[in-house]
């Protein structure tokens, strides 16, 4: 099920622009009210240059999945994420995303063998400089 060819492929760069009613909703909707991710006052008062997004934040930048578009989406399965600052996401970021297709294996599943594909995010500033990497593994049943 593995075509070890994949592993290596890249997105092209995507565009994110952060905003301040989008880092507010999500802080809402995951029920975290810290005043840092709501009021820009605060934030500022913290050395911020504006509200700060939530660590998990970036799951909401939509990316392609490099080297998977043949799989069945009713068949995969989000297994975990982690993130890594190098700095806070902060209000009125433009960050440039790339994904990477890093590594794949397999599995033996109760019902059939599963394969685990391991994909990775950096977001960039528009200088250059990296602000976070994400690593994400899908499940294929």
């Known amino acids: 099920m593995i075509d070890p060819t994949v592993i290596g492929s890249k ?16 802080a809402s909707a995951i ?13 500022q008062a913290l ?16 990316m392609p999945k ?3 578009d043949h799989l069945e989406l009713r068949r995969t399965l989000h297994g975990e994420q982690e993130f890594i600052y190098e700095r806070p996401i902060v209000a009125g970021d433009h ?3 790339v994904s990477t297709l890093v590594d794949s294996y397999e599995r033996e599943g109760k019902q059939r063998k599963m394969v685990f594909f391991i994909l990775e995010t950096r977001g960039e500033d528009l200088q250059g400089n990296l602000v976070y990497t994400s690593k994400t593994t899908i499940i294929y049943r």
């Open 95 to 97: 960050l440039r995303c």
């Open 11 to 26: 997105t092209e760069t995507c565009d994110f622009e952060v905003e301040k009613g989008a880092i507010r909703a999500f």
């Open 31 to 43: 029920g975290d009210d810290n005043p840092i991710y709501f009021d820009e006052s605060y934030a």
């Open 66 to 68: 490099p080297g998977l």
């Open 47 to 62: 050395g911020y240059v504006s509200i700060v997004a939530p660590p998990t934040f970036p799951a909401t930048f939509r």
